[in-house]
């Protein structure tokens, strides 16, 4: 059995333990959030206390316009509760060729926040809406009660600002699964929650994304708690594939956290594992582009194992077809 992620990337192409070529930089603005979902691996919550200053957003903003064409890849917790987050965003717009928010939506209906749609169609921002499910049970056993309502409410809202009707306002459904199993074919369940989604409710998307559930944060915590970790594990490195772990997100995306340090992704960030660069210093905003001179090597570790399993997982759904 595979045992040492690290050893596995090596035995396919030594190159896999190091970043390519940067094409996305992920910046999350902390972990605050108004839902408090049992399978959060960044553990946000309505009492969030890490939120990116403005002061960190300016020196990515600069960043981001010494180096052009880029596509930023904004979350959290929930990125609009960051009291700067209008900020930087506009700022974002001005200097990456692309900008995609991760939003769970039902913040739309929090106070002060109603504004939100109308102003992501103005800047033509993407959308990755995280919707687990296409049934109010589900949605709401991960997510807490009314969740499925909101969301569709919102959803129906952005549908009537043009979001998801075209290929003009993109708006894509991110899937995790509901428990300690892998997620189905993406493409196979894109076809159900369109059928479902439009059928029931007249709700449209352009894309569906299936993610892994990564083995930390509340999602550990709920497996160590039933005595299922170790068999989720297992399970995640039992299905290791190789041609997915040819694609890991890792290799061309980096992650900043709210206090500016740079990760390989958004796992590595909740696991506090930053990138190191050769003197042995963590990398943060200030000397990314120095890092990026030198090379960028991958901190793996066992979590690793949930972008490799099956079809694989990236921010932007499977690896493999
Ligand atoms: S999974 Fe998303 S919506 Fe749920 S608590 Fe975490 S950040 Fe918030
Ligand atoms: S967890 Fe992060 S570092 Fe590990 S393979 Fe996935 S994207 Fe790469």
């Known amino acids: 059995m595979i045992v040492d992620f690290r050893k596995e990337l090596e035995s396919i192409d030594p190159r896999l333990l190091s970043l390519d070529r940067l094409e996305t930089l992920q910046v999350n603005l902390g972990n605050r959030c108004n839902q408090c979902c049992a399978h959060c691996h960044v553990q946000a919550g309505p009492n969030g206390e890490e939120i990116m200053s ?63 749609p109308q102003w992501y169609s103005e800047k033509k921002v993407t959308l990755m809406v995280s919707l687990p499910c296409y049934t109010a049970e589900n949605v709401d056993g991960q997510r807490g009660a009314g969740a ?46 369109k059928g479902e989604l439009h059928e029931r409710y007249g709700v449209r998307f352009n894309r569906l994304l299936t993610i892994t559930n990564a083995p930390i944060g509340r999602f550990k915590h709920h497996l160590q708690a039933n005595g299922q970790l170790d ?57 990314l582009q120095e890092a990026l001179n030198g090379g960028i090597e991958l901190v793996t570790g066992d979590h690793c ?3 490799t399993a099956g079809a694989g997982s990236s921010c932007t759904g499977s690896l493999v077809k």
């Open 54 to 116: 403005r002061k960190v957003m300016e020196k990515i903003i600069g960043f981001l316009r010494d180096r052009p064409g880029l596509t930023v890849d904004v979350t959290g917790g929930c990125p609009e509760l960051n009291p700067d987050f209008k900020f930087f965003i506009s700022g974002a717009c001005e200097a990456a060729s692309h900008v995609m928010v991760r939003t769970n939506v039902t913040v739309f209906f929090e106070p002060d926040m109603s504004w939100v």
């Open 148 to 193: 499925f309502e909101k969301s569709i409410a919102a959803l129906r809202l952005l549908n009537d600002l043009g979001y998801g009707v075209n290929g003009r306002l993109q708006m894509n459904l991110v899937y995790n699964p509901g428990g300690d199993f892998l997620p189905g074919r993406q493409d196979q369940l894109e076809v159900d929650y």
């Open 231 to 287: 068999q989720y594990q297992r399970l995640l490195v039992e299905n290791f594939n190789p041609n997915a772990a040819g694609n890991i997100m890792c290799r061309t995306l980096i992650s900043i956290g709210c206090d500016g340090i740079a990760y390989n992704c958004d796992f590595n960030q909740a696991l506090d594992l930053p990138i190191i660069d050769p003197r042995g210093r963590i990398v943060s905003i200030e000397r």
């Open 305 to 307: 194992f949930c972008c």
